[in-house]
Structure formats: structure tokens, C-alpha cells
């Protein structure tokens, strides 16, 4: 089945500067990466996601970037903001099959 | 429009005794998920619901958790007798799209700790 590394497990980076974010996943049938943000007590929510027929996909300060054939996909937030701080999780899905989810990033916005 | 909404937020209880948490997911959705959040770690499926059939319970420990959706919409999860590797956080999502495509809705989740 597939399986999803994220790193890092931690990020700390000043206002202002950006932030990436790495996932891997192994199984190469998957076709749909989705981006979750979740903050203190609530529950993850989507801020970004990307399908295998694009390479990259932009939202304001966000982006993702995929590369199939390393099966590698990236978060990138520029310009970040303290309201950036927060639990991300990458994951990926097959087909036909479930969404798998990394272990995710706590991220901290220094102001 | 309203969200996924889940209760208790927070239950304390003894290993071996029984715990029910509730969802109710987003109106018109016909997709449900119960997952378990470990703390530090991602979310992991549990159950899959496509109106009131399970899609998917490959890692419920059916030996102690069970979960049923009614009439295809709310849905609730229970763990009896609990362990304590059981505590974390269970969270509900819910999806308009079926075959578990399209974007997951979390509620909020039920936070267990078992002493």
C-alpha cells in the first residue's frame, strides 16, 4: 500500500521568510495530493491540492510543486505570516484506493 | 453553511471501559470517515461510510472497535473494552464526492485519553 514520509517534523523560520515542506510517497498509481493545515484543537483542513497531470499549482502564498518520477511533491509558503504557525500534513492517493497521510510539520513563524 | 460536527470533545476513562463518539457530518454528503489521530502523528483511517455501507474497515481493530452510520447520515464510533494505546484523537470527515475522491471536511475531533 502507500506509504508517506514527510519532513521535516519540525520548521522554525522568521516573518517574512518562506517555508518548504517535503513529502515522498511510494506508490506511483497515486493521483492525488492534497495539502492540510491544522491548528491547536481543530481538525486538519485543506489549503492546497494537486493531481498527477500538474506540476505545479499556486494559491496566493502557497504553492505545491510535484515531480512523479521521484515521487516528490513540496509545500511552499512565502511572505509567512505567526498566523502561518501550525500542524501540516501532506498525503496521497491511489486511485482507488485511501488517502495516506504524512507525519506531518509543525511549523512556527517567529515575528 | 455548517460544518462537521463531532461529540464528546473530550472523554477521560479507565482502561477496559467503554467509551461512543459521535458525527454528524456535512448535510448532502454521502461520504464518511472516522479516523485516528495519534498525538505527533498523522491521521489513519479507520472506517469508510458511502451512504449507510462501509467502503473500508481494513484497520479497524474489530475485535474492539465498531462504527455504524444509520440512515446514511450520522455516524458513531466505539471502542469497548478500551486499551490504553486507544488514546488520541478521533477525528470525523465527511466528503460530497464518492469513491473517495474529492475534499475531506474534518470536524473537530473527540480527544480520548484512557488511564
Known amino acids: 500500500g502507500e506509504n508517506v514520509e514527510q519532513h521535516p517534523s519540525t520548521l522554525s523560520v522568521q516573518e517574512g521568510d518562506s517555508a518548504v515542506i517535503k513529502c515522498t510517497y511510494s506508490?506511483?498509481?497515486?493521483?492525488?495530493f492534497p495539502w492540510y493545515k491544522q491548528e491547536l484543537g481543530k481538525g486538519p483542513q485543506l489549503i492546497i491540492d494537486?493531481?498527477?497531470?500538474?506540476g505545479e499549482k499556486k494559491d496566493q502564498r502557497i504553492a505545491v510543486t510535484l515531480n512523479k518520477t521521484a515521487k516528490h511533491f513540496s509545500l511552499h509558503i512565502t511572505e509567512t505570516q505567526p498566523e502561518d504557525s501550525a500542524v501540516y500534513f501532506c498525503?496521497?492517493?491511489?486511485?482507488?484506493?485511501?488517502?495516506?497521510f504524512g507525519q506531518g510539520t509543525t511549523l512556527q513563524v517567529k515575528p | 453553511e455548517a460544518g462537521v460536527a463531532q461529540s464528546p470533545r473530550y472523554k477521560i476513562i479507565e482502561k477496559r471501559q467503554s467509551v461512543a463518539f459521535w458525527c454528524n457530518p456535512i448535510?448532502?454528503?454521502?461520504?464518511l470517515y472516522w479516523y485516528q489521530q495519534i498525538l505527533g502523528q498523522g491521521p489513519k483511517l479507520l472506517i469508510q461510510f458511502q451512504n449507510n455501507g462501509v467502503v473500508d474497515d481494513s484497520q479497524l481493530p474489530k475485535d474492539r472497535f465498531s462504527a455504524e452510520r444509520l440512515k446514511g447520515v450520522d455516524s458513531t464510533l466505539k471502542i469497548q473494552p478500551a486499551k490504553l494505546e486507544d488514546s488520541a484523537v478521533y477525528l470525523c470527515?465527511?466528503?460530497?464526492?464518492?469513491?473517495?475522491?474529492?475534499?475531506?471536511?474534518f470536524g473537530e475531533g473527540s480527544r480520548l485519553t484512557v488511564l
Open positions: 506508490d506511483s498509481a497515486s493521483n492525488y
Open positions: 448535510s448532502g454528503h454521502a461520504t
Open positions: 494537486i493531481r498527477s497531470n500538474v
Open positions: 498525503a496521497a492517493r491511489p486511485p482507488t484506493g485511501k488517502l495516506i
Open positions: 470527515a465527511s466528503s460530497l464526492a464518492t469513491g473517495g475522491t474529492g475534499e475531506l471536511f
